[in-house]
């Protein structure tokens, strides 16, 4: 089964407005990661939120879990043409690895 | 700010021949992971290694795949006889703890097989 997947797939909107990224998993979890990727770059951490929180915040990024729902949702404020790239969800599946999402394309428009 | 090294950042190679991808951990970090991921599509997990051994492999990670700590600062993966579907950036990562911290990834090195 599908461990993480984000929706929606590709988001376009203009610099200033708020981006919302939602990821979805099957199994149960401890913790989940949001990373973004920067077109043919590495990944870059952004939050880890664990299943015990329920909502993280860093700078423009808003990261909110619910374990009922089986649900995490990344929001950034503000955006910026720099936010431009693909968000990733990751979830622990299993002791040793985290399994990522399909991504979702963010284009932030100038 | 410490970070995951890896060398080379792009290597074309011919069909059947080997590759060794390497990567520099953080520095007081334990865990260390391959990922993978072509073109286009997700990033796969192909295994995780701590304590000089195999913690977790996925099926992806067969026998032509294999890990290495050769010393106390790098952390290889081995291509034995690549395949042309094996082309895709290969990310090393690395976490201070079991789970409950955060993977480090690094830039990754682009594999071409032509």
């Known amino acids: 089964s599908q461990q993480g997947e984000e929706d929606p797939q590709a988001l376009s909107i203009q610099e200033g407005e708020n981006a919302t990224m939602n990821c979805s998993y099957k199994t149960s979890i401890n913790n989940l990661q949001w990373y973004r990727q920067n077109s043919g770059r590495g990944l870059v951490h952004l939050i880890l939120?664990?299943?015990?929180?329920r909502e993280k915040h860093s700078g423009r990024l808003r990261v909110t879990l619910d374990t009922s729902k089986k649900s995490s949702s990344l929001l950034i404020t503000a955006s910026r043409a720099a936010d431009t790239a693909s968000y990733f969800c990751a979830t622990d599946a299993g002791t040793y690895k985290y399994i990522f999402g399909t991504g979702t394309r963010l284009k932030v428009l100038a | 700010e410490p970070e995951v090294t890896q060398t080379p950042s792009h290597q074309v190679t011919q069909m059947g021949q080997e590759v060794i991808l390497r990567c520099v951990p953080i520095?007081?970090?334990?865990?260390f992971y391959w990922y993978r991921q072509i073109l286009g599509q997700k990033v796969e997990f192909l295994v995780s290694f701590y304590n000089n051994e195999i913690s977790e492999k996925s099926e992806i990670f067969d026998d032509q795949f294999s890990v290495e700590r050769p010393d106390g600062s790098n952390f290889t993966l081995k291509i034995r006889s690549t395949k042309l579907e094996d082309s895709a950036m290969y990310f090393c990562?690395?976490?201070?703890?079991?789970?409950?911290?955060?993977?480090?990834f690094g830039e990754g090195s682009w594999l071409t097989v032509v």
């Open positions: 939120i664990r299943s015990n929180e």
């Open positions: 990562a690395s976490s201070s703890e079991l789970l409950g911290n955060t993977i480090y």
């Open positions: 520095s007081n970090h334990l865990y």
